[in-house]
């Protein structure tokens, strides 16, 4: 059985940080392209960053330069830096896990707000 469990979301004040973690098992985790996703409430779910096993990444516009992604493969995990967070970041954030299938954590909040 699948499994990717987020951890690590919570209340952090504007240009706060917080680090997020996704334990993956049931799966070949290196063959795997990891991303974080998030939503809104009232919008769509959206791409944050995704890493591939060989190292490359793609982040979204809006987090360029302040979210890092990284992975351990020796862990299975999945990991989430975001750094100067913004109120308009304050979403729901889901890890995903994409090969020639595809999988989803059930998320973890991250509300930033004063």
């Known amino acids: 059985q699948v499994q990717l469990v987020e951890s690590g979301g919570g209340l952090v004040q504007p240009g706060g940080s917080l680090r997020l973690s996704c334990a993956a098992s049931g799966i070949i985790f290196r063959f795997y392209v990891m991303g974080w996703y998030r939503q809104a409430p009232g919008k769509q779910r959206e791409l944050v960053t995704t890493?591939?096993?060989?190292?490359?990444?793609n982040y979204a516009d809006y987090v360029e330069g302040r979210f890092t992604i990284s992975r351990d493969n020796a862990k299975n995990t999945v990991y989430l830096q975001m750094n100067s967070l913004k109120p308009e970041d304050t979403a729901v954030y889901y890890c995903?896990?994409?090969?020639?299938?595809?999988?989803w954590g059930q998320g973890t909040q991250v509300t930033v707000s004063s």
């Open positions: 995903n896990a994409k090969a020639h299938d595809q999988y």
């Open positions: 890493l591939s096993s060989s190292g490359s990444t």
